[in-house]
């Protein structure tokens, strides 16, 4: 018997394709509107990646355009790399501030103006962890644990 999107015969329900694109589309845009939200931030760009880890602008843009066609490999890519450059910023923040905050050749107004953007965008990277957390579920820990335990990633 057919009900709805779904078969279903002797209490047994079948998933449809229907069904596995719904959730796919759905992966697919909060990961766009999560990788953009990052690229405004300058959190993360589509250069950086490419020279670190050879993922090319076309696909990046293609992430961010909430292409479906994204192979679930480089989705997973995808969360090592945001990994990467999130805890990057997180284990430089401090070192950052105190090369900022001791430059006493560099302009007082534009030496505050660096100060509180790098503050603000400290704000942003931790926001920016949780929401990579609601984004790539159990994922995320994965490919943080990853990030800090591997040497490839120390560079």
Not at 72 to 81: E, F, I, R, S, V
Not at 106 to 132: A, H
């Amino acid at each position: 018997t057919f009900v709805g999107n779904s078969f279903q015969m002797e209490g047994k329900i079948y998933i449809t394709t229907e069904d596995l694109a719904y959730i796919r589309t759905g992966e697919t845009v909060s990961l766009g509107d999560f990788l953009s939200e990052l690229k405004r931030s300058k959190l993360i760009s589509s250069t950086h990646i490419e020279k670190k880890f050879g993922m090319g602008h076309n696909t990046f843009n293609r992430l961010c355009d909430k292409e479906t066609s994204i192979t679930a490999d480089t989705k997973d890519k995808l969360g090592l790399y945001i990994a990467y450059y999130l805890n990057k910023f997180e284990e430089n923040y401090e070192d950052n501030l105190e090369a900022l905050e001791k430059d006493d050749e560099m302009d007082k107004t534009l030496k505050k103006k660096k100060i509180e953007d790098l503050k603000n965008k400290k704000v942003k990277c931790s926001e920016s962890i949780e929401n990579f957390k609601k984004v790539f579920g159990s994922k995320a820990e994965y490919c943080f644990k990853r990030v800090r335990e591997d040497d490839k990633f120390k560079s």
